[in-house]
Each structure stands twice: as C-alpha cells, then as structure tokens.
C-alpha cells in the first residue's frame, strides 16, 4: 500500500542524505519526495512516498525516528489527509489541437503557462490519479516533451499538527 510520511528534519548538513541512506541501506524505495522550509528555520519538513505493507512501513517509521536529525514523523496515511502535486507539462501541438488543449487545461482546473507556438507548457494541481489521467489525456493530443512532477504533498486533518516535539 502506498503511504505519504511527513518528517520533520532538523536543517543541517548531510540531514537529507542520512534519512535517503536509511531507505537505500534497508532496501525500501522512495516514490517521491519534496522538502521545504517550515515556520522555523531550524526545521525542513519532508514528504515522503513509499509503499510497503503496514509491519514495513512500521518499521520505516521506528527507524526514521532513531536518525538524530529526524524531529517528528507522522504517517498521514494512517488518517483523513489532504494531498497534492504539481505538474507542468511541455507539449508539442498540432496549430488545430491548440484550442482543444486549451479548453481541456482550463475545464480540469489547469493554467497555459506559455502557449508559444514552439510548445505548449501547461500546469495542473492536483491528486496523483487526476495528475496521471491528465497527462494521459494530453499525451492523447500531442507529444509530451517533458513532464515534470513535484511529488506528493500532505497534510493531516486531524486538529493535531507535525510540529517540533517540545521538551521540558
């Protein structure tokens, strides 16, 4: 089952590269990940996609906890969570697919960022299966030229939020 792990990292050098290291050293596979600044610049928060049963993931999470850079954890996918990606995609048209394309993008929610008669480059924000049927109904009307996913990104609904653990 897919998961999406949020982790709150301390902002230090080599910080990244361990939390990867663990991943790669136990033979897990990082579908994607995004990190980012939070609030407090001592803190990156990392989104993390994996897959795995639920005895792996849980021991994904014992071991992130263990790294020292590692603040908090949270498995969204445990609960009610929100996710997104972002997707911009470089198309070449045909003149007669243009205003199709563009009816298209702008119906499912997406913005022309350029539609420069060289290519085309759309954006769309949204779920990972909206996200794969519109690059599968785009790719229908001309040629992908680049495609380029941001990952998943998430957030729990719960009234509690991955924060910095204080300690008395």
């Known amino acids: 089952m897919r998961h999406i792990i949020g982790i709150l990292l301390q902002n230090e050098a ?11 050293s136990r033979g897990y596979n990082i579908e994607s990940l995004a990190v980012a600044p939070t609030d ?5 928060r990392l989104t993390l996609v994996t897959s795995g049963s639920e005895a792996v993931i849980h ?4 071991q992130l906890n263990k790294l020292v850079d590692v603040v908090n954890v949270e498995d ?5 969570h929100l996710e997104r990606e972002l997707v911009l995609l470089k198309l070449r048209l ?3 697919q243009r ?6 993008v702008v119906r499912t929610g997406g913005r022309v ?5 060289e290519s085309f480059i759309v954006e769309l924000l949204g779920s990972e299966a909206e996200i794969s049927g519109f690059i599968a109904e785009l790719a229908g009307h001309g040629e992908l030229i680049e495609v380029v996913r941001s990952g998943a990104l998430g957030v729990s609904r719960s009234n509690r939020a991955l924060r910095l653990v204080e300690t008395a």
Do not use: K, Y
Request: aromatic share 6%; net charge negative.
């Open 76 to 80: 969204m996918t445990r609960g009610e």
């Open 40 to 44: 407090d610049p001592t803190v990156s």
């Open 99 to 104: 205003d199709a394309v563009r009816g298209f």
């Open 113 to 117: 960022l350029d539609p420069s008669t």
């Open 94 to 96: 045909e003149p007669a």
């Open 14 to 24: 080599g910080a990244l590269s361990r939390v990867a290291g663990m991943f790669s």
């Open 59 to 62: 021991q994904i999470v014992n």
